[in-house]
């Protein structure tokens, strides 16, 4: 077993808020190998974006991370000084977020910000910086470069702007990149572009890739493995065609439900009912029991302890939906429905 | 195009609910007195004119749920607006049970408006912050005595069980409720007006993946109930193919292809909805190289010649950089706006061969 | 309405009492944690955006500072005939034998002249507990008439359009490139003194800025959906205007407003002190500083220097609270 390239252990982040100390993040761990792409799914509250923040160092007060390991090439993050993580932040490690002008700075041409990028990390001649980063907007499809180089972000659209936070985060070839939700608010041709140059560049890299989103689909094409989050916990885990196709955990199960498809046309989608919980206000046992259609007495009282299963794959749940090993697989998502 | 009292030759043949003939929208940004004075030194400015929906004819039968799908900028929006009745085209006709809109007199068009209602994009914005959900969803019914003023709190009680939302909330503001909450508070005031169409303008595109389930479930249990019909605009083509029963694709302003739901998706005529719905991410599809149409959307300020889609369309050919292409019927109740069904020559499938790819290469 | 529950069957069954929504009709999303088992008929309190605004208003020590002296000052000037120690427009309490007492000193029936007495014998406290009474009145009642007519004018505009909102915009830009001080004499040079004909005076110089307030906010406000919502729903154009759109450009209109009566406070003040404002009769603070700018520089400070601080305080105080009202009801400041 080589040592994985990006891992998480435990991680716990909490914010201090009016309603008192709220826990974002719940003893989440996973492991990124090189070249490996991880979906990290949930809804909005989950914590998947604080997760993200905290791979980066970016976690700022009221926020913090309160225990837990996070190492990438064995290096320990958390804990280390902010000028640390600054040399961290950019070369081995890297994000992207659903508005690119979150990196982008609005006033300094592309060229500017890329050579800078280049330059904050490594010794190389502007001119040699320059090059690499006309290379890099090459290979992420941008056409003519050479002149692009020279334009201010505002100048491109939303897909284009997108496309160049993507080349500035792998312009010193990280080991980790962690992409939050950045095709979400594109269209779906768009989306389609970007998502197969994010892969292709991985693969040729061989960049660890944490793909942040909340629509289970675009993890389905892209991703090997995928971490199912809820109220801060990973309540599922495994190679993503497993888990879409024999979900362990029942909100897993109602997620896939509650994804519109051709199957049901007409027919009421199989919907997960009532809300997701406020982090302040969670129930003693497992966060999911209230709206669960499964749970039983434990699950009111007692939190589910994360249970390995065969295959890789791992739940948080009392009564895991437990699809017998030798039968044909079936589509849960399917069952769900009378 | 056709002799029967349809102008749109997919919809079923009842009279249609609404009908809107050869409509177009456009937004006009004209010069202001700095420019007009730079134009008098030769400055040669002109308006600038954004054809957000041009020429769309479309029948919507009573009730049916018709999907209108496209990518940003395509003026599915508008054209939603237009419907609604929020904005009145700029050319062409829209009718209400037959009757032209534009000319009807002031109680019959307040009669068409609210029987028109739009379910909006972003559940938090579409509530005025300052009122009481009660209020929300009672004001227009009292204000166009639908019900007396001491009737309002048990109408709106009502109209909250029938959401699913607790009437017990009623005197709460919408900031203290969640997004899917404020959804169900928005289709509430909507209904609350007894009207017979809804439009959805990405009405459950800002909701959560659970959430969303349970708003799309109660539309369709609002349909069967209260008999509406819907007009779903979507960018989301998943949301299209489960509640849709006819679809209408639409790029840069056009309708590009308008069938039955069923056909679309198995075979879609259009090149762009073949493209479209190649691109989907989708549950099924595996772990899988994804295949990416080229280029980027044009700007609508400056549509291509011909057909719009023309320059990242893998089957181009000479005559579709000139002409536009109509919106003709391919098969029945089926139309497509594509030259390629024209020719004689069997058409490429959905698949890209090698072929279209060398005389793509030709085209330039 | 199908949810995860069909398959519970075969499993242990959560019981409705548990908090498990199991009936299709009613998702559970609509029975918040907080109302279960409220009868429909009995709606619970919503809390407004206000009630969230003023418990917000009192996070900050600077801003409860400015509201306590505020306060204290409007209180003083509303109450000053009750306590004031003289009335100080009744010539006949006045001895200009008094006059020009220090600070300390006993004037009149026996009283002590805390703040000394001006030149024409009348104690300073009570000349500044009622001029402030002039300044506040002046200065609130200048500003709600202008912010009343502004604010229409500027919400008419943006919902207008057209030629209506480039005609009121045009006027609004000539009124602000004239400054105010310039105006404002110019006017009462015409109309001569009188404290209504300040009011007006201030009316004029200061309107513009509300309709411009309103206008941008409304402009913001216009595009929300609600107002399509409501458009959508056919309501009269009128009620849109001011149910729906007015009530949502209001609190820059607060923002603006408090800052705008501690300037018409100093503008009135700025008037008098140049001898054209509030009349000899109805002193302002402004008018005592300058009763008192002639003997400042003979040693009598007290005349020109205590209604100097009195104004000083008044505006500060005004300030703290308008930088806190706009850092509440912000929303680009808020989270």
Same mark, same amino acid.
């Given at each position: 077993?080589?040592?994985?390239?990006?891992?998480?252990?435990?991680?716990?982040?909490?914010?201090?808020?009016?309603?008192? &100390?709220?826990?974002?993040?719940?003893?989440?761990?996973?492991?990124?190998?090189?070249?490996?792409?991880?979906? &990290?799914?949930?809804?909005?509250?989950?914590?998947?974006?604080?997760?993200?923040?905290?791979?980066?160092?970016?976690?700022?007060?009221?926020?913090?991370?309160?225990?837990?390991?996070?190492?990438?090439?064995?290096?320990?993050?958390?804990?280390?000084?902010?000028?640390?993580?600054?040399?961290?932040?950019?070369?081995?490690?890297?994000?992207?977020?659903?508005?690119?002008?979150?990196?982008?700075?609005?006033?300094?041409?592309?060229?500017?910000?890329?050579?800078?990028?280049?330059?904050?990390?490594?010794?190389?001649?502007?001119?040699?910086?320059?090059?690499?980063?006309?290379?890099?907007?090459?290979?992420?499809?941008?056409?003519?470069?050479?002149?692009?180089?020279?334009?201010?972000?505002?100048?491109?659209?939303?897909?284009?702007?997108?496309?160049?936070?993507?080349?500035?985060?792998?312009?010193?070839?990280?080991?980790? &990149?962690?992409?939050?939700?950045?095709?979400?608010?594109?269209?779906?041709?768009?989306?389609?572009?970007?998502?197969?140059?994010?892969?292709?560049?991985?693969?040729?890299?061989?960049?660890?890739?944490?793909?942040?989103?909340?629509?289970?689909?675009?993890?389905?094409?892209?991703?090997?493995?995928?971490?199912?989050?809820?109220?801060?916990?990973?309540?599922?885990?495994?190679?993503?065609?497993?888990?879409?196709?024999?979900?362990?955990?029942?909100?897993?199960?109602?997620?896939?439900?509650?994804?519109?498809?051709?199957?049901?046309?007409?027919?009421?989608?199989?919907?997960?009912?009532?809300?997701?919980?406020?982090?302040?206000?969670?129930?003693?046992?497992?966060?999911?029991?209230?709206?669960?259609?499964?749970?039983?007495?434990?699950?009111?009282?007692?939190?589910?302890?994360?249970?390995?299963?065969?295959?890789?794959?791992?739940?948080?749940?009392?009564?895991?939906?437990?699809?017998?090993?030798?039968?044909?697989?079936?589509?849960?998502?399917?069952?769900?429905?009378? | 195009?056709?002799?029967?009292?349809? !102008?749109?030759?997919?919809?079923?043949?009842?009279?249609?609910?609404?009908?809107?003939?050869?409509?177009?929208?456009?937004?006009?940004?004209?010069?202001?007195?700095?420019?007009?004075?730079?134009?008098?030194?030769?400055?040669?400015?002109?308006?600038?004119?954004?054809?957000?929906?041009?020429?769309?004819?479309?029948?919507?039968?009573?009730?049916?749920?018709?999907?209108?799908?496209?990518?940003?900028?395509?003026?599915?929006?508008?054209?939603?607006?237009?419907?609604?009745?929020?904005?009145?085209?700029?050319?062409?006709?829209?009718?209400?049970?037959?009757?032209?809109?534009?000319?009807?007199?002031?109680?019959?068009?307040?009669?068409?408006?609210?029987?028109?209602?739009?379910?909006?994009?972003?559940?938090?914005?579409?509530?005025?912050?300052?009122?009481?959900?009660?209020?929300?969803?009672?004001? !227009?019914?009292?204000?166009?005595?639908?019900?007396?003023?001491?009737?309002?709190?048990?109408?709106?009680?009502?109209?909250?069980?029938?959401?699913?939302?607790?009437?017990?909330?009623?005197?709460?503001?919408?900031?203290?409720?969640?997004?899917?909450?404020?959804?169900?508070?928005?289709?509430?005031?909507?209904?609350?007006?007894?009207?017979?169409?809804?439009?959805?303008?990405?009405?459950?595109?800002?909701?959560?993946?659970?959430?969303?389930?349970?708003?799309?479930?109660?539309?369709?249990?609002?349909?069967?109930?209260?008999?509406?019909?819907?007009?779903?605009?979507?960018?989301?083509?998943?949301?299209?193919?489960?509640?849709?029963?006819?679809?209408?694709?639409?790029?840069?302003?056009?309708?590009?292809?308008?069938?039955?739901?069923?056909?679309?998706?198995?075979?879609?005529?259009?090149?762009?909805?073949?493209?479209?719905?190649?691109?989907?991410?989708?549950?099924?599809?595996?772990?899988?190289?994804?295949?990416?149409?080229?280029?980027?959307?044009?700007?609508?300020?400056?549509?291509?010649?011909?057909?719009?889609?023309?320059?990242?369309?893998?089957?181009?050919?000479?005559?579709?950089?000139?002409?536009?292409?109509? =919106?003709?019927?391919?098969?029945?109740?089926?139309?497509?706006?594509?030259? =390629?069904?024209?020719?004689?020559?069997?058409?490429?499938?959905?698949?890209?061969?090698?072929?279209?790819?060398?005389?793509?290469?030709?085209?330039? | 309405?199908?949810?995860?529950?069909?398959?519970?069957?075969?499993?242990?069954?959560?019981?409705?009492?548990?908090?498990?929504?199991?009936?299709?009709?009613?998702?559970?999303?609509?029975? %918040?944690?907080?109302?279960?088992?409220?009868?429909?008929?009995?709606?619970?309190?919503?809390?407004?955006?206000?009630?969230?605004?003023?418990?917000?208003?009192?996070?900050?020590?600077?801003?409860?500072?400015?509201?306590?002296?505020?306060?204290?000052?409007?209180?003083?000037?509303?109450?000053?005939?009750?306590?004031?120690?003289?009335?100080?427009?009744?010539?006949?309490?006045?001895?200009?034998?008094?006059?020009?007492?220090?600070?300390?000193?006993?004037?009149?029936?026996?009283?002590?002249?805390?703040?000394?007495?001006?030149?024409?014998?009348?104690?300073?406290?009570?000349?500044?507990?009622?001029?402030?009474?002039?300044?506040?009145?002046?200065?609130?009642?200048?500003?709600?008439?202008? @912010?009343?007519?502004?604010?229409?004018? %500027?919400?008419?505009? @943006?919902?207008?359009?057209?030629?209506?909102?480039?005609?009121?915009?045009?006027?609004?830009?000539?009124?602000?490139?004239?400054?105010?001080?310039?105006?404002?004499?110019?006017?009462?040079?015409?109309?001569?003194?009188?404290?209504?004909?300040?009011?007006? @005076?201030?009316?004029?110089?200061?309107?513009?800025?509300?309709?411009?307030?309103?206008?941008?906010?409304?402009?913001?406000?216009?595009?929300?959906?609600?107002?399509?919502?409501?458009?959508?729903?056919?309501?009269?154009?009128?009620?849109?205007?001011?149910?729906?759109?007015?009530?949502?450009?209001?609190?820059?209109?607060?923002?603006?407003?408090?800052?705008?009566?501690?300037?018409?406070?100093?503008?009135?003040?700025?008037?008098?002190?140049?001898?054209?404002?509030?009349?000899?009769?109805?002193?302002?603070?402004?008018?005592?500083?300058?009763?008192?700018? %002639?003997?400042?520089?003979?040693?009598?400070?007290?005349?020109?220097?205590?209604?100097?601080?009195?104004?000083?305080?008044?505006?500060?105080?005004?300030?703290?609270?308008?930088?806190?009202?706009?850092?509440?009801?912000?929303?680009?400041?808020?989270?």
């Amino acid at each position: 077993m080589t040592t994985p390239v990006l891992d998480v252990r435990d991680l716990q982040v909490t914010f201090s808020t009016r309603e008192g &100390l709220v826990t974002a993040v719940d003893g989440v761990s996973f492991r990124v190998d090189a070249g490996e792409v991880m979906g &990290l799914v949930g809804e909005s509250g989950s914590g998947k974006s604080v997760t993200g923040l905290a791979v980066l160092g970016l976690i700022d007060p009221p926020g913090r991370i309160a225990a837990g390991s996070i190492k990438v090439k064995a290096t320990e993050l958390v804990g280390q000084s902010e000028k640390a993580l600054q040399k961290v932040r950019g070369k081995d490690v890297a994000m992207i977020f659903q508005d690119p002008m979150t990196t982008l700075n609005p006033v300094l041409r592309i060229d500017t910000q890329m050579i800078e990028a280049i330059r904050a990390h490594e010794q190389v001649s502007e001119k040699a910086a320059r090059e690499r980063a006309r290379d890099a907007l090459a290979k992420v499809g941008i056409p003519s470069p050479e002149e692009r180089l020279n334009a201010y972000p505002n100048q491109f659209s939303g897909g284009m702007r997108q496309r160049v936070a993507i080349a500035t985060a792998l312009l010193n070839r990280p080991a980790v &990149l962690v992409a939050d939700e950045p095709t979400t608010a594109l269209d779906v041709t768009i989306q389609a572009q970007i998502l197969s140059e994010v892969q292709a560049l991985c693969a040729e890299t061989g960049t660890a890739l944490v793909w942040i989103t909340h629509d289970l689909s675009v993890i389905a094409g892209l991703a090997d493995k995928v971490a199912v989050m809820y109220a801060g916990r990973v309540v599922e885990e495994g190679p993503v065609a497993d888990v879409l196709e024999r979900p362990i955990h029942p909100y897993t199960a109602g997620l896939i439900g509650s994804v519109p498809s051709r199957n049901k046309r007409g027919v009421p989608l199989a919907q997960i009912p009532g809300m997701t919980p406020q982090l302040s206000k969670l129930p003693p046992g497992c966060p999911f029991a209230p709206r669960c259609g499964y749970s039983t007495d434990p699950c009111r009282t007692i939190r589910p302890e994360r249970t390995p299963y065969p295959g890789g794959r791992a739940a948080r749940c009392h009564n895991p939906l437990d699809v017998p090993p030798n039968t044909p697989k079936a589509d849960a998502a399917r069952e769900l429905t009378p | 195009m056709n002799a029967t009292m349809n !102008a749109d030759a997919t919809a079923p043949a009842v009279k249609p609910i609404l009908s809107l003939e050869h409509v177009h929208k456009r937004f006009v940004k004209s010069l202001d007195a700095a420019e007009r004075v730079a134009n008098l030194f030769g400055a040669g400015l002109q308006d600038q004119v954004v054809r957000a929906v041009d020429d769309v004819t479309l029948d919507i039968a009573p009730g049916e749920v018709v999907g209108l799908v496209g990518e940003s900028g395509c003026g599915k929006s508008t054209l939603g607006r237009i419907i609604a009745g929020i904005l009145d085209p700029s050319d062409g006709l829209v009718r209400f049970e037959g009757a032209d809109v534009a000319k009807m007199n002031g109680a019959d068009r307040r009669k068409a408006d609210l029987a028109v209602q739009m379910i909006f994009q972003d559940p938090a914005a579409s509530l005025n912050p300052r009122m009481r959900v009660v209020e929300i969803i009672g004001e !227009a019914p009292v204000v166009h005595g639908l019900i007396a003023a001491e009737e309002m709190d048990a109408y709106v009680c009502g109209l909250m069980e029938k959401v699913g939302l607790d009437p017990a909330t009623r005197r709460r503001y919408p900031h203290q409720f969640s997004g899917g909450q404020r959804a169900r508070i928005n289709i509430a005031r909507a209904l609350a007006v007894q009207p017979r169409v809804l439009v959805c303008d990405e009405s459950t595109a800002a909701l959560d993946v659970s959430i969303q389930a349970q708003v799309l479930n109660l539309f369709l249990e609002l349909r069967r109930e209260l008999n509406l019909t819907y007009v779903f605009v979507s960018h989301d083509l998943g949301v299209i193919e489960h509640i849709a029963d006819r679809v209408a694709v639409m790029y840069l302003g056009r309708i590009v292809e308008l069938a039955k739901t069923d056909e679309i998706f198995e075979a879609p005529n259009h090149p762009y909805t073949q493209a479209l719905l190649e691109e989907v991410p989708r549950l099924e599809a595996k772990k899988r190289a994804f295949t990416a149409l080229k280029g980027e959307i044009p700007s609508p300020l400056r549509p291509p010649p011909g057909c719009h889609f023309h320059p990242r369309c893998p089957h181009v050919f000479a005559r579709c950089s000139v002409d536009r292409p109509g =919106l003709k019927p391919i098969a029945e109740s089926r139309l497509s706006a594509c030259h =390629l069904n024209d020719e004689t020559a069997a058409r490429p499938g959905r698949t890209r061969s090698a072929e279209t790819v060398s005389m793509e290469a030709a085209q330039g | 309405m199908t949810d995860l529950t069909p398959h519970a069957a075969a499993r242990p069954v959560a019981g409705p009492a548990a908090g498990m929504p199991q009936s299709a009709g009613r998702p559970g999303e609509a029975a %918040g944690a907080s109302d279960k088992g409220v009868p429909p008929p009995a709606p619970d309190k919503g809390e407004s955006l206000l009630r969230r605004h003023v418990s917000s208003f009192f996070e900050s020590w600077s801003a409860i500072i400015g509201l306590v002296l505020l306060v204290a000052s409007v209180a003083a000037a509303l109450l000053a005939p009750w306590f004031a120690p003289q009335d100080p427009y009744d010539l006949a309490n006045l001895s200009i034998m008094d006059n020009m007492l220090p600070p300390g000193e006993i004037f009149g029936m026996g009283q002590t002249a805390y703040l000394g007495t001006d030149d024409q014998g009348r104690d300073m406290l009570s000349a500044i507990l009622y001029g402030l009474r002039v300044s506040l009145t002046v200065g609130a009642s200048s500003v709600l008439i202008a @912010a009343v007519i502004g604010a229409s004018l %500027g919400v008419l505009a @943006a919902y207008a359009g057209g030629r209506v909102e480039s005609f009121v915009m045009r006027v609004v830009d000539l009124q602000l490139s004239f400054p105010a001080i310039l105006v404002a004499l110019v006017l009462l040079a015409v109309f001569g003194r009188g404290v209504d004909k300040v009011v007006i @005076a201030l009316v004029v110089v200061q309107w513009a800025y509300y309709a411009r307030t309103v206008r941008g906010s409304a402009l913001v406000e216009k595009r929300r959906e609600y107002i399509e919502a409501a458009r959508c729903l056919a309501l009269p154009r009128r009620r849109i205007v001011f149910r729906h759109l007015l009530p949502n450009c209001i609190p820059p209109l607060i923002v603006v407003a408090t800052v705008q009566i501690a300037n018409a406070i100093a503008l009135e003040s700025t008037l008098s002190f140049l001898g054209v404002g509030v009349p000899v009769t109805e002193p302002s603070l402004g008018m005592l500083i300058a009763n008192g700018y %002639g003997y400042l520089l003979s040693g009598n400070y007290w005349i020109s220097t205590f209604p100097g601080v009195a104004l000083v305080i008044v505006i500060v105080a005004i300030n703290l609270v308008g930088d806190r009202l706009r850092d509440v009801l912000n929303p680009r400041l808020a989270k």
